[in-house]
């Protein structure tokens, strides 16, 4: 079972920064932190992860809080292909599999 | 990157027939291989994981005889829908593995199914 809530959705104008929340409050210490997005019938795209360290790299940014009880998505400049749902998953190690939420349906505005 | 190859993309099939649907590791080995449904507006729902060389395992509410999941390779799993009925019709996307990169798990482009 998805073990993260997210909202379900968030408008951001393009070219500003959207922060996307999750809260995963019971995740466990050796659990990382997944985000993909996926958009409009295609299969979900890798975005980054992490585990208790902030994390960047050319798509986005990923903060998580000290207590790794959530954590945020950080697209710094939206543009209209950034239109998505994403999904913040964490990884149950030992598992071997994912389980996705509900995401949150991210809208770029013009 | 790690890339994952679904095939086909879209198909149509009648009712009553059967639809095989390939997942491909192609620059990496998978011995697990997961397989997802997803209805419109809706998130992806695991179906079973596929194991190579072993029986695949399928997660609570999903018959493993309508759908027959093969890992035959390291590089490839197939799922059958078998004797498919509309109510079949949806996405199915697969995902693998990659643990020697750093990208978690690639999924497929998916393959969009339609039974009339």
């Known amino acids: 079972d998805a073990k993260t809530t997210q909202p379900p959705s968030m408008d951001c104008a393009e070219g500003r920064a959207a922060n996307l929340p999750c809260n995963h409050s019971t995740i466990s210490g050796n659990e990382y932190v997944y985000w993909y997005r996926q958009i409009h019938s295609q299969g979900p795209q890798y975005i980054i992860h992490?585990?208790?360290n902030n994390e960047t790299n050319e798509m986005a940014s990923l903060i998580i809080t000290e207590d790794r009880k959530s954590s945020t998505l950080i697209l710094p400049h939206a543009t209209l292909r950034d239109t998505a749902v994403y999904y913040c998953?964490?990884?149950?190690?030992?598992?071997?599999?994912?389980?996705f939420g509900t995401g949150t349906r991210l809208t770029v505005i013009p | 990157g790690a890339v994952v190859s679904q095939h086909p993309s879209r198909v149509i099939c009648k009712s009553g027939t059967s639809v095989k649907i390939e997942c491909r590791s192609l620059?990496?080995?998978?011995?697990?291989m997961f397989w997802y449904r997803q209805f419109p507006k809706k998130s992806l729902m695991l179906m079973a994981t596929s194991n190579e060389g072993s029986k695949a395992t399928y997660e609570q509410g999903v018959e493993k005889d309508k759908f027959l999941i093969n890992h035959a390779s390291l590089t490839l799993s197939t799922l059958t829908v078998t004797s498919a009925h509309p109510e079949d019709s949806s996405f199915y996307i697969c995902?693998?593995?990659?643990?020697?990169?750093?990208?978690?798990?690639?999924f497929g482009s998916g393959t969009r199914l339609t039974v009339v």
């Open positions: 995902s693998a593995r990659n643990r020697g990169g750093s990208y978690g798990y690639t």
């Open positions: 998953i964490v990884d149950q190690t030992g598992a071997n599999n994912l389980f």
């Open positions: 992490g585990l208790k």
């Open positions: 620059d990496f080995q998978a011995t697990t």
